[in-house]
């Protein structure tokens, strides 16, 4: 709901959902509804619903570029280049047995032999 503005029932169905105990104990909001205009605002809101959905879309499309752009504005990317020395992080399936918390955390440096991926490196044994 937060990134459209919309709820997922509204989406799906071109109106708000009503629960169950607003049918069965009469709320202003139940009360006040007139089935005759009702039906009438439910069809003009159908009619319109291809668009209602365009927009969500829309918005949360924006939504996920300002999240990109914060996250690469804060991310710092460094790329490395064959022959380069870098050196590998030790995980908890790479460490040596017994080492602890107090263990190494970075391994010795590494030459960088091929680039496999975005952000992936073959590196020298």
């Known amino acids: 709901m937060s990134s459209t503005v919309e709820t ?3 989406l799906v169905y071109g109106a708000e959902a009503l629960i169950p105990v607003e049918v069965g104990e009469p709320t202003l909001r139940f009360s006040r509804t007139n089935e005759e205009t009702s039906n009438e605002a ?3 809101r159908l009619d319109v619903l291809d668009e209602h959905n365009d927009l969500a879309y829309v918005r949360m499309m ?5 999240m990109k752009r914060y996250y690469n504005w804060r991310a710092n990317f460094r790329y490395f280049k064959v022959g380069d020395l870098v050196l590998r992080k030790v995980t908890q399936s790479t460490q040596e047995v017994n080492t602890g918390k107090l ?3 970075w391994k010795s440096p590494y030459r960088v032999l091929a680039i496999t991926s975005k952000g992936s490196y073959e590196l020298e044994n």
């Open 8 to 10: 997922s029932f509204s």
């Open 42 to 44: 439910l069809l003009v």
């Open 62 to 66: 924006v939504q996920k570029q300002r």
């Open 103 to 105: 263990g190494p955390i």
